[in-house]
């Protein structure tokens, strides 16, 4: 047996062997054995018929076939252990020329990866501190989260809570028509318009006011987009936001915190935490970059590489023996001649209840080239269905046939047609 290999992209080796006539003839003579074992010939006991009467029942192109599902893969075992290679999913077997026996297989390995001068490379890492400024502002935050309002005799200020009844409109447009609506003030705000809030500012309980405002070009709403709005608007009451008080209490309303002292605590961990993360990370980006990587976190997000064996889905692992043992030629596996016909038109008037296992044998492997088909991979090129290609299911059908007491014009051997 003859090994060469060839290395080919996104980790990818092409195996090509060549298998000596004599391996392949011992290969014919094992599958001539083992339909013999399973054939019925007249005048003799199953498996002692003699193998030109057996090969003449099956036909020559069957009994090969038959030899070549069983060699490849063993000559597939034998060839990675010659070449030293060590798969890491199904390979793509192809039969290229039966005299002599050539194989070529496209086989997914481990890529190869070859360090640099990596220690060179020194970046110094910084730990964070966590400073009473950024404690500050996050008891600022549960504070407004906690905050309640509280009613006040007393004109609208920015950031009160007021309930009013608003009507604006451009020309016979309408922006906003409302009654009681409860809305919180502020003077940067631009709902429902930029410059409402800071209209809404020192008007006192009880009072009516009417004012314009221009709506900007690009508004949502391109009926009133550039026009002037025309607002007025009725205060019913106005609340403050009351902020609680800094202690013990504040910090059982917080969460399950005995004191002040154990929610300021856990806040310095938190954000310690937070920033020795965002750190982390930094350090990582930086040193990636310094590598030569570019943009680390579009690295990780768009250009992590994909190993064409993860590509083609799930394998069996292992020395990745192919579900399907071998593709032969089109000449080999052609259903066109007239025996195989006869057997194969004989099987679809049956129903496929003429040979059971070859109806399994399409069950299984009609989901896998489904699969296959969909994921756009390579496996579609081996996994078919055996009645669309002819292929080794044509000649089952026909040696079966024939195990069943056919000969090679349709009839039993008792000289009666049964079609």
């Known amino acids: 047996m003859k090994v060469s290999t060839q290395p080919l992209a996104s980790s990818q080796v092409l195996l090509e062997i060549e298998v000596d006539s004599p391996r392949v003839e011992q290969a014919v003579d094992k599958a001539y054995r083992r339909l013999a074992g399973r054939l019925n010939v007249p005048g003799f006991r199953r498996g002692k018929a003699p193998r030109p009467l057996v090969e003449r029942m099956v036909g020559p192109e069957s009994l090969r076939e038959e030899a070549i599902e069983h060699l490849v893969p063993e000559v597939?075992?034998?060839?990675?252990?010659?070449?030293?290679?060590?798969?890491?999913?199904?390979?793509?077997?192809?039969?290229?020329?039966?005299?002599?026996?050539?194989?070529?297989?496209?086989?997914?390995?481990?890529?190869?990866?070859?360090?640099?001068?990596?220690?060179?490379?020194?970046?110094?890492?910084?730990?964070?501190?966590?400073?009473?400024?950024?404690?500050?502002?996050?008891?600022?935050?549960?504070?407004?989260?906690?905050?309640?309002?509280?009613?006040?005799?007393?004109?609208?200020?920015?950031?009160?809570?007021?309930?009013?009844?608003?009507?604006?409109?451009?020309?016979?447009?309408?922006?906003?028509?409302?009654?009681?609506?409860?809305?919180?003030?502020?003077?940067?705000?631009?709902?429902?318009?930029?410059?409402?809030?800071?209209?809404?500012?020192?008007?006192?309980?009880?009072?009516?006011?009417?004012?314009?405002?221009?709506?900007?070009?690009?508004?949502?709403?391109?009926?009133?987009?550039?026009?002037?709005?025309?607002?007025?608007?009725?205060?019913?009451?106005?609340?403050?936001?009351?902020?609680?008080?800094?202690?013990?209490?504040?910090?059982?309303?917080?969460?399950?915190?005995?004191?002040?002292?154990?929610?300021?605590?856990?806040?310095?961990?938190e954000l310690k935490s937070s920033a020795e993360d965002k750190a982390r990370q930094a350090y990582a980006d930086e040193v990636v970059e310094a590598v030569g990587y570019g943009d680390a976190g579009a690295q990780r997000a768009d250009a992590r590489p994909v190993h064409p064996a993860h590509r083609q889905g799930p394998g069996r692992g292992g020395r990745g023996v192919p579900r399907r043992r071998a593709q032969g030629p089109r000449s080999c596996l052609r259903a066109g001649s007239d025996r195989r016909g006869r057997a194969d038109r004989r099987d679809r008037r049956r129903g496929g209840r003429g040979d059971p296992r070859l109806g399994a044998r399409q069950r299984r492997a009609e989901p896998l080239a489904a699969d296959a088909a969909a994921a756009g991979d390579a496996r579609a090129d081996r996994v078919h269905d055996p009645r669309a290609q002819g292929g080794r299911a044509a000649g089952d059908a026909s040696w079966r046939a024939r195990a069943r007491g056919r000969g090679h014009d349709g009839r039993r051997h008792d000289g009666r047609r049964h079609d």
């Open 76 to 269: 597939y075992r034998e060839a990675l252990d010659e070449a030293g290679l060590k798969p890491i999913a199904e390979p793509s077997l192809e039969v290229v020329e039966l005299e002599p026996l050539r194989i070529k297989a496209t086989v997914p390995v481990h890529p190869d990866v070859r360090l640099g001068e990596y220690q060179k490379l020194q970046r110094e890492y910084t730990l964070p501190e966590v400073t009473a400024e950024q404690v500050d502002e996050v008891f600022d935050r549960l504070r407004d989260q906690h905050a309640t309002w509280v009613p006040v005799e007393r004109p609208v200020a920015d950031g009160d809570r007021v309930a009013m009844d608003v009507n604006g409109t451009a020309g016979d447009e309408v922006i906003s028509d409302r009654k009681d609506v409860e809305f919180v003030v502020s003077a940067e705000s631009t709902v429902p318009l930029p410059g409402f809030g800071a209209q809404l500012i020192g008007m006192p309980s009880g009072e009516t006011k009417k004012f314009t405002l221009d709506v900007p070009e690009d508004y949502e709403d391109k009926a009133v987009a550039g026009k002037q709005a025309a607002f007025e608007v009725t205060v019913h009451w106005v609340k403050a936001k009351e902020l609680p008080a800094l202690d013990d209490d504040f910090a059982a309303t917080v969460g399950s915190f005995g004191s002040l002292a154990e929610l300021r605590e856990r806040v310095e961990s």
